[in-house]
């Protein structure tokens, strides 16, 4: 169903990058890479020579008001936290893939600027699928070659898959997340059943059951083509990433990080700089970078890093504090960026086997208690939206539940209904002590105001904290009753949201972390999932959003704008909701 | 001289053990299971009890703390959980940071301490004393994470005289040889580089020096009065020496001893000093890598790090005690 | 006691101790600094006990539509992140910080107290193991030994209590244990001695009393870091468990962030703990030179 969207999608691509060849705009990388004509179902791609064309829907304003692009310059990157390791396959965090997916691309990515709309990157074209949605043949781009000069063919592809398909033990799960999240595990518990190179041009996938998000998933830097020639010199699935001399970055440019992007890896000081350099020999000579080169700085400290963007220490920040907008906005050197659609949810998660949360009434109560839209303009400095949905608005299917809004008298009247005894109305509140995520700016001070309005409502609240790593694992096993915690989309369909990351079944019991599920919701997702049309998936995603909407399991807060600022003369940006931003199309204007 | 050296030394043995025994128990006596703490988010019951195999927690609690005293003798800290680094390298990386820090702190601390202890001294009970005495009243009173913001308020935030936080600019790359910003930029010869650091490094090196500074103001106030009242000063006075060759010759030459005492004492002071006035400063150092790992549970590290400075602290102690010793015999047999 | 001579002895003993302390008393009261110090604390105390009667608003109440308003005549220290009154949590953080503060000197007065008695009095090997337990304490540095402990014990009041006062237990063992073997060879002591007074009543009757006046004044400087400790405690995060107790490092800690729209926020609080310390400081230092005469110059 996605599935079919997607191609759907690409037609349409394919017909608006016809209509616009002559665009002046840069092109994103991946943009060249449509080619001029599509036939989603059909067995025969066409076989045409990647037209150096940009889809007209990315025409940032900037870009196109300032003129010519200018080669050259350094950009300075400030991230919220450093890279982890140089190895995406090994890395399951935004700050390594904003740094990754420059340098390494995958079979597919996604239009720049967009969500959810698939472009071939190394593949030459959207793959061919079977009838019954389990093959998937994969043409590979001809004449690329990696960053150590090896050449791209169907045997390396083949031998990125093969590999994380038998990541050693140690390496699954907890370094190799993606692998195991999209296709059900590892070695033969893994759905992607074979992956095959029947001549150095072809890659053919096949599942064991259909994946109707299988393409969109593709595009995650976690499935980048990495040159098995590096990987393997450098001790890449050694069991222990600390030995592994790749993983750690060592050795430079075609030793580490060694892709095909449109940048290359130059150095990594942890916890000091990423540089990665332009790539002068990119495949893609209207994807060719323009910067020199980009050093990426961990700065965790959201006032230092506006801080260094007003001194000019750094060129760009790829996050910027709610509460800092309105003093960036204000200042004629800088620009802020709104990333537009958000991609993310802020919820106040409560676990349905823990007493009172099992009573629909009461987290009726619950959800009339909190003045969320003080939330909006408190903590967000009004860069987010007050959430309506366990998905975020834009996404396929998604429709406005009216759910709760700040009603104080009627929370008050609903717990006197629920029938629940005073001493259940005495809750632990927990909220993560050592982070900040785009959706939750200030977790302490979130928490503070959910606690002040639950409390108005007649409930008395106790605080617990505990930090981000042991955080998550305790509330994904049910350990925490009641708990702020959120999402970020890695791919932008329903079913990361409403399965993936909230009301998932897994061996037919509902997730641990919100012990919610009725059968007929599963039933619903099932019926989604398998879905042939989109006018199908669309009704049954539709049902599950309805089930959902009436039985209220958890109170869905907000969904954050994340903002990201620059100095005024960076030039050609192009922001998206879930950080898929290239940067070969930068260029500074001084 | 070298029977005492070797009584301070192995005077040091039983502290160092006592030492070992408490963090050893740090860990142990801590909520949770470590294996599970050093898994984090991926913690699964099979990969918990491999993780505790090989970590050696099944064994007996004497044999796993004889394995942490061989580890600790071969210099192995044992690996951080967030980085999954060994432990040992990024202290080495972050380390050269904090001494940078602590240097400067302690050069501003002893360049104004020693001068205003000075006239203090020369004018006693007068404006001057007065003032100095504020001063260090203040020095001691104010918290450095008080001073430290206040300073960053005023004089990067406002007025944008120097930077704000960090080592250096981020936009300005050099090779790092010994991780000294100010030693690498030298080396090759990068003097704007070099002024950039430095420029980085006077509101942290202020903030962290203002406790030693009034110390260090009060020890050699009253050292040097003390050191005046000697009769070899009177002597000198007489002999219608200047009030200039007095000061330098025969007053401070001998009112040293006890303020370089003072100076090997703080330094137990700046390296806990460092971990605030890092993290205010955003400077990349051991103090800021403390508040993370606190922050992000990651108590191998803090153990390592307890550790480590309680060593330089001794160390530094013990070396300033035998300096002693040579310089005044008579310490030897106190 | 059994003798006859014994109450007269020590009614003499009595009330020439008690002409030491009206006499340090006195040196005190004309004692400038001493007296500003004094003058703090008790603004500093009166906060605390008159909190409730003085604060203007509830100190964890507050609407997040009044939040990070200028200093006014409505909120003379303006209001903080949560719409809080500035002034009231800086009243109550009085109440939090002397309470933490006095709770765990106290606290480490009794742990470094006996410590260094039991060191002092009895002397060779127990000395020397309580006294190298003492070294490893004081080799780690204080802030670095407090966080490590409330990161074994837990966020809360009570933890932190423990946490600093075990960074200051070690130096009262040591100032103690110091000041009863220096008074050992005093020469009233050593003529107790020979008059055959037993131990514990040598170490309680006579060179107890002869090492308070040390302790006192260590333990009056001991409240200005216990003061600054607590406040750094909670910089770090590490400050009481419920997130809205005022308490003063942690309002400077959340205010950080917003240092550039609402600098109020880290003056007040900072500016609180700065007074208190000082006031500490002096009357530590007035202390020392009443009670003993030949430091002052």
Redesign the interface.
């Given at each position: 169903m996605v599935k079919n969207r997607l191609l759907a999608a690409g037609a349409v691509l394919a017909m608006v990058v016809m209509a616009c060849s002559s665009s002046a705009t840069p092109s994103p990388a991946p943009a060249s890479a449509a080619p001029a004509t599509q036939a989603p179902a059909s067995q025969a791609p066409a076989s045409m020579a990647p037209a150096t064309v940009a889809p007209a829907t990315v025409a940032p304003s900037a870009t196109a008001a300032a003129g010519t692009p200018k080669d050259g310059g350094t950009l300075v990157v400030a991230l919220p936290g450093d890279m982890v390791l140089a190895d995406p396959t090994l890395t399951s965090d935004s700050n390594s893939s904003y740094v990754q997916q420059n340098v390494i691309q995958s079979l597919v990515g996604l239009k720049p600027g967009t969500l959810d709309t698939v472009i071939p990157v190394l593949a030459e074209s959207l793959p061919t699928v079977s009838a019954d949605g389990l093959t998937y043949t994969f043409k590979i781009r001809q004449g690329v070659t990696f960053h150590d000069g090896t050449p791209l063919d169907a045997a390396a592809v083949v031998y990125n898959y093969q590999r994380q398909k038998d990541m050693p033990k140690s390496l699954q799960d907890a370094y190799n997340y993606y692998f195991g999240v999209v296709f059900g595990g590892f070695g033969d518990k893994s759905n992607l059943k074979s992956i095959t190179a029947p001549d150095a041009s072809t890659v053919v996938m096949t599942l064991g059951t259909p994946q109707s998000t299988f393409l969109l998933t593709q595009i995650l830097p976690q499935f980048g083509i990495q040159s098995p020639t590096a990987l393997k010199a450098g001790d890449s699935s050694n069991p222990d990433p600390s030995k592994s001399p790749y993983a750690q970055g060592q050795g430079g440019l075609g030793k580490s990080m060694v892709g095909t992007g449109p940048f290359m890896f130059k150095e990594w000081v942890p916890n000091d700089h990423v540089t990665i350099v332009k790539n002068p020999t990119y495949f893609d000579p209207a994807g060719m970078a323009h910067l020199d080169a980009i050093t990426y700085r961990p700065m965790s400290d959201t006032t230092a890093r506006l801080n260094a963007l007003q001194a000019g220490d750094v060129d760009f920040t790829q996050q910027i504090a709610p509460n800092d907008v309105a003093t960036a906005q204000a200042d004629s050197t800088l620009q802020v960026y709104d990333r537009g659609s958000s991609c993310n949810i802020l919820n106040l998660g409560l676990n349905h086997s823990v007493k009172p949360f099992d009573n629909l009434q009461l987290r009726q109560a619950i959800a009339y208690a909190l003045n969320r839209q003080s939330y909006v303009d408190a903590f967000y400095s009004g860069q987010a939206i007050m959430a309506d949905n366990w998905m975020p608005p834009g996404f396929f299917s998604y429709k406005a539940l009216g759910l709760p809004t700040f009603d104080l008298a009627k929370a008050k009247s609903l717990v006197a209904a629920s029938g629940v005894p005073a001493d259940q109305l005495n809750l632990t509140l927990w909220y993560p002590s050592n982070v900040t995520r785009p959706y939750m700016p200030d977790p302490k001070g979130e928490a503070e105001a959910v606690a002040r309005d639950l409390e108005a409502a007649g409930f008395k609240i106790t605080f617990k904290t505990e930090p981000w790593a042991t955080y998550i694992p305790d509330f994904q096993s049910g350990k925490l009753p009641m708990f702020l915690s959120g999402w970020t989309c890695d791919w932008a369909a329903p079913d990361n949201f409403l399965i993936a990351w909230a009301f998932g079944f897994q061996g037919g019991k509902p997730n641990a972390q919100f012990n919610y599920g009725p059968p007929e919701l599963k039933t619903a997702f099932d019926t989604a999932m398998a879905a042939s049309t989109d006018a199908a998936a669309a009704t049954a995603w539709g049902q599950a959003q309805d089930i959902l909407a009436k039985d209220l399991p958890t109170v869905p807060l907000v969904s954050s704008k994340n903002a990201a600022a620059a100095k005024a003369d960076v030039m050609g940006f192009v922001p998206a909701g879930n950080l898929t931003e290239l940067m070969n199309t930068v260029w500074l204007n001084r | 001289m070298t029977k005492y050296i070797i009584r301070r030394l192995l005077a040091a043995i039983?502290?160092l053990f006592?030492?070992s025994i408490?963090l050893f128990a740090?860990i142990h006596?801590?909520?949770?299971d470590p294996a599970?703490?050093l898994?984090?988010?991926?913690?699964?019951p099979e990969?918990t009890a491999?993780i505790r195999a090989q970590l050696g927690l099944d064994q007996p609690l004497w044999q796993q703390y004889l394995a942490y005293l061989g580890q600790l003798l071969h210099g192995d800290l044992g690996?951080s959980?967030?980085?999954?680094?060994?432990i040992i390298d990024?202290f080495l990386?972050?380390f050269p940071g904090t001494v940078e820090l602590t240097v400067g702190a302690l050069i501003f601390a002893v360049g104004l301490g020693i001068p205003l202890g000075r006239y203090a001294a020369r004018h006693?009970q007068g404006f001057g004393d007065g003032m100095v005495t504020v001063i260090s009243?203040?020095g001691?009173?104010?918290?450095?994470?008080?001073l430290g913001?206040?300073l960053?308020?005023i004089f990067?935030?406002q007025l944008?005289w120097l930077?704000?936080?960090?080592r250096l600019?981020?936009?300005i790359?050099i090779e790092?040889h010994t991780n000294f910003v100010l030693i690498d930029t030298l080396l090759d010869g990068n003097i704007p580089a070099f002024f950039n650091g430095l420029s980085h490094l006077i509101l942290p090196a202020i903030a962290l020096g203002s406790i030693p500074l009034a110390i260090i103001t009060r020890i050699t106030r009253a050292s040097v009065?003390d050191v005046t009242n000697e009769d070899y000063v009177r002597t000198a006075r007489a002999k219608g020496l200047s009030e200039r060759r007095v000061g330098g010759r025969h007053i401070m030459r001998n009112a040293w001893l006890p303020v370089v005492t003072v100076i090997g004492l703080q330094v137990?002071?700046l390296?806990?000093?460092a971990?605030?006035t890092e993290?205010?400063f955003?400077w990349?150092g051991v103090g800021r890598w403390?508040?993370q790992a606190?922050?992000?549970?990651d108590?191998f590290v803090?153990q390592s790090?307890?550790l480590i400075?309680?060593l330089i602290?001794?160390v530094v102690n013990l070396v300033v005690d035998i300096g002693y010793a040579f310089i005044n015999p008579r310490i030897r047999y106190a | 006691m059994a003798t006859v001579a014994a109450p007269r002895a020590r009614r003499a003993e009595a009330r020439a101790s008690r002409g030491l302390w009206r006499d340090a008393f006195n040196r005190l009261m004309r004692n400038g600094p001493a007296l500003v110090g004094l003058f703090f604390i008790t603004v500093f105390f009166a906060a605390a006990i008159f909190a409730p009667f003085i604060a203007p608003y509830d100190p964890i109440a507050g609407s997040l539509a009044d939040r990070l308003q200028l200093p006014s005549a409505a909120h003379i220290m303006g209001t903080d992140l949560q719409g809080r009154d500035e002034f009231s949590r800086i009243l109550y953080g009085a109440r939090v910080s002397l309470f933490v503060a006095v709770g765990s000197v106290i606290m480490a007065l009794i742990m470094g107290g006996i410590a260094g008695a039991t060191a002092g009095a009895v002397g060779g090997k127990v000395d020397n193991v309580v006294m190298r337990i003492v070294d490893v304490m004081l080799a780690i540095p204080g802030i670095l030994l407090a966080i490590g402990i409330v990161a074994w014990l837990g966020q809360g009041l009570p933890q932190i209590m423990i946490a600093v006062a075990a960074t200051n237990a070690p130096i009262f063992a040591r100032i103690l244990r110091g000041s009863l073997l220096a008074n050992r060879e005093v020469d009233y002591v050593s003529a107790a001695r020979s008059l055959g007074a037993s131990r514990s009543r040598m170490l309680f009757r006579h060179m107890l009393p002869n090492s308070l006046t040390a302790l006192i004044v260590a333990a009056t400087l001991a409240l200005a870091t216990a003061i600054i400790d607590v406040a750094g405690l909670g910089f770090l995060g590490l400050g009481p468990a419920d997130p809205r107790t005022p308490e003063w490092g942690t309002m400077l800690t959340d205010a950080t962030r917003f240092i550039r729209q609402a600098p109020y926020l880290i003056f007040f609080p900072g500016l609180a703990i700065v007074v208190a310390a000082i006031g500490f400081n002096l009357l530590g230092d007035g202390l020392r030179e009443s009670l003993d005469p030949r430091m002052k110059r």
């Open positions: - | 039983p502290v006592g030492l408490i740090f006596l801590l909520p949770g599970v703490a898994l984090g988010q991926h913690a699964t990969l491999e690996k959980i967030i980085t999954n680094r060994p990024e990386l972050r006693v009243l203040l001691i009173s104010i918290p450095i994470f008080v913001l206040t960053q308020y990067a935030v944008k930077p704000a936080s960090g600019d981020p936009r790359a790092y009065l137990g002071g390296l806990a000093g971990v605030i993290t205010i955003s990349n403390t508040v606190i922050q992000d549970h108590y803090v790090i307890i400075f309680a602290f001794l | -």
